[in-house]
């Protein structure tokens, strides 16, 4: 069975992945989910007046109407194309003006900026909007218009989890800062393939991770640092969970902080904010035995981290043949770290 989440909106698989990626020791690539116009309107990423947003005033020739010789007939497969922009720019301006973060915003024209009539912008639906706002996380770009209009959608869920890890803060942060060494050392020491890869070389914003063939995804660092001990990622993924395969976004808010009372551990909470495209993959993902499912995929990663930590504090890097010369020049510096 294949569940598809309307433009690409649920990940499991992003969760577990961002689980090890973030955690461990401890891009963004969006295959859909912005209105077409919006790769070529970076700097404006909604539609910039009201005739252009209303399939109503949409010249012809601008949404390939097909003609004929009485009166103009749009095809259904434009008619579907405008309506999930039209949609999608509704969920943008929706969060942006009734939370406040851009009153009468210029790309927001009055008919999209009351936003999704099903949607109560109250205090909790604007949380995460106003954080990253105040984080100088700003609409006018590409990527503040993809989480703003995620944030905006109808239906949302949290994976809330809280654990300690058996690793110093000092060796969390180092990992955190170098997630391919990470990746490595856990497929080292566990036996089990996990991956990650910088996309944008030494900026280190923009990642992919996966864990063996059915956890695989790829993010962005849209706020916060190791220095705050606190990160925001918002990135794609796909997961095949039993007789499910689901595909979407997700925004994960991550915070570690060293456990005073206890030397080389590090207690974390994260937030994985997903969003169910419709009302049939809601209702699953509300499903008990749907969360169970997945707080075993994460529990299953984060056994993975507390077994290899043991390991290599207790053991150092055995046999580390698939090693270059730089990693082993890294792991020797990290296993310096208290």
Known sequence: MTVHTSNCRVSVKWCVTFVFCLVFFSGYSFPSGAPPSTEAKRKNPVTTSSKQADPATVSPKSQNVKQTSSKPQISTKNKEAIERELEAQREFCG????????????????????????????????????????????????????????????????????????????????????????????????????????????????????????????????????????????????????WWRLKGYALMDFTYVPVSSSKGKTSYRMDILVFPGNSVVNVIMNMNMFKKIVYGKIKEVLEDISNASRKLAAEGLKDPKDFSAQEKAKVKEFLKLP
């Open 95 to 242: 969060i942006v003006n009734q939370c406040g973060l851009e009153k009468n915003k210029q790309d927001c024209p009055d008919s999209l900026a009351k936003g999704l009539k099903e949607v109560v912008y109250d205090r909790d639906r604007c949380k995460e909007a106003k954080v990253l706002y105040s984080r100088g996380v700003t609409s006018g770009n590409l990527t503040g218009f993809r989480v703003y209009r995620f944030l905006g959608q109808q239906y949302r869920i949290n994976y809330p989890v809280a654990d300690t890890l058996p690793i110093s803060n000092e060796r969390l942060t180092y990992l955190l800062n170098d997630l391919p060494l990470a990746a490595k050392l856990l497929s080292h020491l566990q036996k089990v393939e996990y991956k990650a890869a910088y996309l944008d070389g030494n900026i280190k914003k923009q990642f992919k991770g996966s864990k063996g063939k059915n956890l695989h995804g790829q993010a962005t660092s849209i706020s916060g640092s190791t220095e705050e001990r606190h990160l925001y990622y918002f990135g794609f993924g796909i997961a095949e969970v039993l």
